[in-house]
């Protein structure tokens, strides 16, 4: 513990899981090629706009550095914490900061990414279950990127209650599927008033072989 006392230990651990989930990888990429990732593609700040809006190599490199802040807050906040929940709240608070970045004036991605990250850490397991397993079921179902998204985290929650044998990991998968949805809510309410239906150009290549539907 950094601290003595636990509220103090747990409150400076999501100051700083915020800042470093503030870290604002996309915008960073896409300046340095000239372009400004919130004005381009779906406007998203985030790995999967910089990889159509910038080039593949960029967006790689930004698909792993912001999984690597998710792995980075919960590896320090596991570190320095001696409660099962603080890592999960820790990266709670980096998908905040991912998702409303301090460092451009509170913009912001979806945070999939540090969330893959931070999974990879805490529960590495699981992680094949949720993208190769309710991911797929919910696209092919839903045939939407963002509704798919919401629906799989949704039900991966209650997934890692069962997994992990701790009903705090259920607080944590609802809190991220909370946070996810709010970010995306304008694109989950015109699925239903605009029947919209968009499946993203990085998802449908990746999921093409399995589902042609889609």
Same mark, same amino acid.
């Given at each position: #513990?950094?601290?003595?006392?636990?509220?103090?230990?747990?409150?400076?651990? /999501?100051?700083?899981?915020?800042?470093?989930?503030?870290?604002?990888?996309?915008?960073?990429?896409?300046?340095?090629?000239?372009?400004?990732?919130?004005?381009?593609?779906?406007?998203?700040?985030?790995? #999967?706009?910089?990889?159509?809006?910038?080039?593949?190599?960029?967006?790689? #490199?930004?698909?792993?550095?912001?999984?690597?802040?998710?792995?980075?807050?919960?590896?320090?906040?596991?570190?320095?914490?001696?409660?099962?929940?603080?890592? #999960?709240?820790?990266?709670?608070?980096?998908?905040?900061?991912?998702?409303?970045?301090?460092?451009?004036?509170?913009?912001?991605?979806?945070?999939?990414?540090?969330?893959?990250?931070?999974?990879?850490?805490?529960?590495?397991?699981?992680?094949?279950?949720?993208?190769?397993?309710?991911?797929?079921?919910?696209?092919?179902?839903?045939?939407?990127?963002?509704?798919?998204?919401?629906?799989?985290?949704?039900?991966?929650?209650?997934?890692?209650?069962?997994?992990?044998?701790?009903?705090?990991? /259920?607080?944590?998968?609802?809190?991220?599927?909370?946070?996810?949805?709010?970010?995306?809510?304008?694109?989950?309410?015109?699925?239903?008033?605009?029947?919209?239906?968009?499946?993203?150009?990085?998802?449908?290549?990746?999921?093409?072989?399995?589902?042609?539907?889609?």
């Amino acid at each position: #513990m950094i601290f003595q006392n636990f509220y103090w230990n747990t409150i400076f651990i /999501l100051f700083i899981s915020y800042l470093i989930g503030s870290f604002p990888t996309a915008y960073i990429a896409g300046k340095i090629k000239g372009i400004d990732v919130s004005k381009k593609g779906s406007k998203n700040i985030g790995g #999967m706009n910089t990889f159509t809006s910038v080039g593949r190599l960029a967006g790689v #490199m930004v698909i792993f550095i912001d999984a690597g802040k998710g792995i980075l807050v919960a590896y320090l906040a596991d570190k320095f914490s001696d409660h099962i929940f603080v890592p #999960m709240l820790a990266v709670v608070f980096a998908l905040i900061g991912h998702n409303w970045m301090v460092y451009i004036g509170f913009r912001g991605g979806k945070g999939i990414a540090a969330f893959i990250g931070s999974l990879l850490y805490l529960s590495p397991v699981s992680f094949p279950f949720l993208y190769l397993l309710f991911v797929p079921i919910a696209l092919f179902t839903l045939k939407d990127s963002y509704l798919s998204t919401a629906f799989a985290f949704f039900i991966f929650s209650f997934f890692l209650w069962i997994y992990e044998g701790s009903f705090w990991w /259920l607080i944590f998968g609802l809190l991220v599927t909370i946070l996810y949805s709010i970010k995306s809510y304008s694109l989950l309410k015109t699925y239903y008033t605009q029947h919209r239906r968009d499946i993203n150009p990085v998802v449908r290549r990746v999921f093409k072989p399995f589902f042609r539907g889609i």
